[in-house]
């Protein structure tokens, strides 16, 4: 299956929903920009697009986007007005990164939790 890109199939959408192919283009854009914006903004850690898959942000790459921040904030003085604009950037996004870590660790937990109570329920009725 070779990916598709959105220019060649906006103008079959566009005439199958009967508007006209700048139409759908703007309405394609939109919903791509939004997509984007979810990821980047990192309220959620995944994102579930029916009829396409998950898109989730990697451990890994949080990690590594919180060690860059930390580094920035270590290295700007938030006093001096040129770095200002990098150190008050560097804080919101590793307070946005922790509180993704958070509701990962959140996730995991309840994960956790629900195979416990199963498998004390497997255990029991076994010995039923």
Known sequence: MNPKKANTFIKAAATEAGV????AKEVVNYYWTRVR???SELKHHSIKITNLGTF???QT?????M??????INNSDPTEFKNYAS??????KLAKLQNLVDLLEDQKSKKQEIKN???EESNRGMEE
């Open 20 to 23: 006209s192919e700048e139409t």
């Open 37 to 39: 914006n979810s990821l």
């Open 56 to 58: 989730k942000i990697r």
């Open 61 to 65: 790459k949080i990690a590594l986007e």
């Open 67 to 72: 060690k860059k921040a930390q580094t920035t």
């Open 87 to 92: 150190y008050t950037h560097a804080t919101d």
């Open 117 to 119: 109570l199963r498998d």
